[in-house]
């Protein structure tokens, strides 16, 4: 597939196919995402990977954890309590529109729980991967580790898979520690799921607004 390709087509794949990934289309993807550009070459992400059954504990234990509302708490904050006005508006615009376009309703309170569960589902994926960084990690390492997992969905679409970058989960740091053997001096990022795309699942053809050019650019 041409780079545009690659990057224009992704997008956040919310239903999949059984298919289970195999070890050599992971490290195919890994592969490319190596050539991400980090501070000095440090290269601080790693991955933690489980696929088929492993998968399918990974998710049996998110599910166990969101079910009986575990208490959670990230290895860290992702964003302020209070985000600017205009970012507010553009998260809660793909918010009601990804449940318009699931046919759920705002006051639908058992539709909006199965909607935010399908996370802990890991969205049926069978494929999941767990981006870590080392305990003592600063914010320019983050930087980095977004262009590892930037690339790191490209090399996976290289390759036939698509998948959803999952801050959700990470609320769940231990579950994903122990279900994935991460050792306790690395800081649990986030999670991909991936698989084949199912393409009969209406949810796969949401897509989300971007802003133009123009109004991502302040000329000098
Ligand atoms: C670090 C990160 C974490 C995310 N976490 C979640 C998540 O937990 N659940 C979810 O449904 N989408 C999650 N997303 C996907 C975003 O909602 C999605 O990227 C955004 O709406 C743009 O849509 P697109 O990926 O289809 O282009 C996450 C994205 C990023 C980059």
Not at 11 to 27: I, N
Not at 103 to 115: E, F, T
Not at 195 to 215: K, Q, Y
């Amino acid at each position: 597939m041409n780079a545009m390709d690659l990057i224009k087509g992704r997008h956040s794949c919310r239903a999949y196919l059984p298919d289970v990934p195999s070890r050599e289309q992971v490290l195919a993807a890994v592969e490319l995402a190596s050539t991400a550009a980090s501070s000095k070459n440090t290269q601080p992400w790693m991955l933690h990977v489980a696929v088929g059954p492993s998968c399918d504990r990974v998710r049996e234990a998110l599910l166990q954890a969101f079910d009986t509302a575990a208490p959670a708490k990230a290895d860290f904050k992702y964003s302020p309590a209070e985000l600017p006005a205009q970012l507010t508006d553009r998260a809660r615009q793909s918010g009601i529109a990804i449940l318009a376009h699931k046919g759920i309703g705002r006051d639908d309170k058992d539709a909006r729980r199965a909607h935010d569960r399908e996370n802990f589902r890991l969205f049926g994926a069978p494929g999941v991967a767990v981006l870590t960084l080392p305990t003592e990690s600063e914010r320019g390492n983050f930087l980095d580790a977004g262009q590892f997992l930037a690339t790191f969905m490209l090399g996976l679409r290289e390759v036939g898979l698509e998948s959803i970058p999952m801050f959700s989960v990470a609320n769940y740091p231990g579950v994903l520690r122990e279900g994935l053997s991460i050792a306790g001096d690395r800081i649990v990022v986030c999670a991909v799921a991936f698989g084949v795309e199912d393409h009969g699942a209406p949810v796969n053809s949401f897509r989300t607004m971007r802003e133009s050019p123009e109004a991502l650019v302040a000329w000098a």
